[in-house]
């Protein structure tokens, strides 16, 4: 079962059509990854000081459903992983009674803050960071 939060769609956050503003899907997605991140035990600013940061190079959002004011949501987070500098975070926003409102798919890397380029081995830099890299779908070691 994936990583999840819950949150609740407050008024200001839609728009004249009275349903979620589009952009709000986007940090609801950020707001889980950086509550996985954090569950891990990967604090921001632990990234910070080991020269590192997330970054998204592609996100897709697909519209299921619309959400209104008060509507109670989970937010799912999973880190998938393949070779190379980048990975996918997949994610889907669902409705209290299990209605898909979005999904959420973003092409990421780990960004070195001093060279400004993406990490070759992201998984490994994840891995040394966690206190649970299993969150994050990684093993342990």
């Known amino acids: ?9 407050r008024g200001y956050e839609t728009d004249t059509q009275g ?3 589009q952009s709000v899907y986007l940090q609801y997605a950020e707001h889980a990854r950086w509550s996985l991140l954090q ?7 632990t990234m910070v ?3 590192v940061g997330p970054v998204t190079v592609e996100t897709t959002i697909r519209y299921r459903r619309e959400l209104r004011a008060g509507d109670e949501v989970e937010v799912s987070c999973a ?11 997949e994610q889907t926003v669902r409705k209290a009674d299990g209605t898909v409102a979005a999904e959420v ?14 990490l070759k081995d ?17 093993a342990d070691g």
Not at 1 to 9: G, H, L
Not at 79 to 89: D, L, M, N, Q, S
Not at 123 to 138: E, K, N, Q
Request: aromatic content about 8%; charged content about 25%; some cysteine.
């Open 19 to 21: 349903h979620l503003n």
């Open 49 to 51: 000081e080991s020269r």
């Open 105 to 118: 798919s973003a092409v990421c890397g780990l960004l070195d803050l001093t060279e400004r380029k993406l």
């Open 79 to 89: 880190f998938v992983w393949g070779e190379g500098k980048t990975f996918r975070i």
């Open 122 to 138: 992201p998984r490994a830099a994840f891995r040394d960071l966690a206190d649970d890299p299993s969150l994050l779908g990684l």
């Open 39 to 45: 569950a891990s035990g990967i604090r921001q600013s």
């Open 1 to 9: 079962m994936p990583f999840a939060v819950p949150v609740t769609v």
